[in-house]
């Protein structure tokens, strides 16, 4: 007997992988999955049992489908940084959940897939954070020359933006090779929110009725 719980996102995935295939070498299946699309019913198919559910009249059932908790505002409103920090950072993860899956993926136990499976569902993960950091932040490289050249860090030369890595001695002027042009956001635009305790919620749970 098979489940009816839906299949796990990475499972979804590698049933997506194998039916490309399948349908590829066996011609009987991909027409049986054309009647699908098309909305015809399989020979094997049974209609299910009609279900009657009375609810009294004066009773009224209330189903909360979503709850709205933020609206995209031009600027955010200033606020102390220790109120803003913690929100802030589930608002992040909150739309990496959205838009790439990313909780999913990473709570996902990947070890029982294979790397052609997790390259698959990395790559609409990855498409999803690409599409996060565009909408909400404005990045640039710390430093602007190519990876690979030879640059020299005058004296005053700001520690929090670039680390000297290898063997540090002396004073600056330090000249080294740029190994990673590092990366800053010079812009941050997160929804304002009417609602910070709702940030905690990353995900709504999904119940099909």
């Not at 399948?22 to 209609?47: F, K, Q, S, Y």
């Not at 802030?88 to 739309?95: D, E, I, K, M, V």
Request: glycine share 6%.
């Amino acid at each position: 007997m098979t489940s009816s719980t839906p299949p796990s996102f990475l499972s979804r995935v590698a049933i997506a992988i194998g039916s490309f295939f399948a349908i590829l070498g066996n011609g009987r299946l991909a027409a049986d999955v054309n009647r699908l699309r098309a909305g015809e019913p399989l020979a094997a198919d049974t209609p299910p049992k009609e279900v009657r559910v009375e609810v009294p009249v004066e009773k009224i059932v209330e189903v909360r489908v979503e709850v709205p908790v933020e609206k995209v505002v031009e600027k955010i409103v200033e606020r102390r940084i220790e109120d803003t920090t913690p929100t802030a950072a589930l608002q992040l993860l909150g739309l990496l959940q959205r838009q790439a899956r990313f909780v999913d993926f990473v709570q996902e136990d990947v070890a029982q897939y294979s790397d052609a499976e997790i390259g698959a569902a990395a790559r609409v993960v990855h498409e999803g954070c690409r599409k996060v950091l565009a909408e909400h932040f404005t990045i640039a490289p710390v430093r602007t020359e190519p990876e690979g050249s030879r640059i020299t860090l005058q004296p005053g030369f700001d520690a929090a933006r670039v680390r000297v890595t290898g063997n540090v001695v002396g004073q600056p002027p330090f000249t080294g090779t740029l190994g990673h042009r590092g990366w800053q956001a010079s812009d941050v635009r997160l929804p304002q929110l009417t609602d910070a305790q709702a940030a905690r919620t990353l995900a709504q749970a999904e119940v099909e009725l």
